[in-house]
């Protein structure tokens, strides 16, 4: 790619990031402050913020300090929670099979769910400038919520424990997945997906692989039973 065309994508990827930045930001504050709520130092509380850099997998690990876990089993189970990862990975993969393997793995440190959703919107409008939008989006992202892991380990004990707003970013996710729903079987596979979430219950977050599998289980037969061609959807 050109570099006259490599700035141009990589602020398109940081205008992204933009309505993002408030989940992000609340999220991250809450998890800073759930480190150094378990009795974290806050570097101990920062490291864990750029080390793991996944919300979910920060607030299980600090559950499970807090309940005196040994160390093999809260990183098994941060490990299990992001399994999702490998799939958002594998879809992005084509789209960095050209790029160097320093830049694979840094975008795979990179990845979140909301910087998977909006790059993969834009791969499916056929842009070719993927890995520096990726850039973009995603560094401005773990700038954001590094940002907000300290302004929480500094000033979690302001926020009251019964604001539980780590809701926000789920609800963010699903504001950036909705327009990628564009025929049938995506529908479909969205509804399975969240509906298996919901309904099955499995121990350490598994229902979410379940969900995926069974959600991309249903896509797929969909797109064999109705073909766009034939649904025109």
Do not use: H
């Not at 759930?34 to 490291?47: D, I, K, R, Y």
């Not at 996944?54 to 093999?72: D, E």
């Amino acid at each position: 790619m050109a570099l006259s065309d490599r700035q141009p994508a990589l602020l398109a990827g940081v205008r992204a990031c933009l309505p993002l930045a408030p989940g992000v930001l609340l999220f991250g504050m809450v998890c800073g402050a759930a480190a150094a709520g378990v009795g974290l130092t806050p570097g101990q509380s920062f490291a864990l913020s750029w080390l793991v850099f996944a919300g979910s997998s920060q607030i299980v690990a600090t559950q499970l300090f807090a309940a005196g876990a040994p160390g093999w089993v809260i990183v098994l189970t941060g490990w299990v929670v992001n399994l999702r990862f490998m799939m958002y990975s594998a879809t992005l993969a084509q789209q960095f099979r050209n790029e160097s393997r320093l830049a694979r793995w840094l975008a795979g440190y990179l990845l979140t769910d909301q910087a998977f959703a909006v790059t993969l919107a834009r791969a499916l409008d056929g842009r070719r400038d993927i890995p520096w939008f990726f850039l973009g989006i995603a560094a401005t992202l773990w700038l954001l919520w590094q940002i907000a892991s300290l302004a929480g380990i500094y000033l979690g004990a302001l926020v009251p424990p019964r604001w539980s707003i780590d809701f926000v970013v789920a609800l963010t996710f699903i504001g950036v997945l909705a327009p990628l729903l564009r025929d049938r079987a995506l529908a479909a596979a969205a509804v399975a997906g969240g509906l298996t979430s919901v309904l099955l219950v499995l121990p350490l977050k598994l229902n979410l692989m379940a969900a995926a599998l069974i959600g991309a289980g249903v896509g797929i037969g969909m797109e064999r039973l109705w073909p766009k061609s034939q649904s025109g959807a």
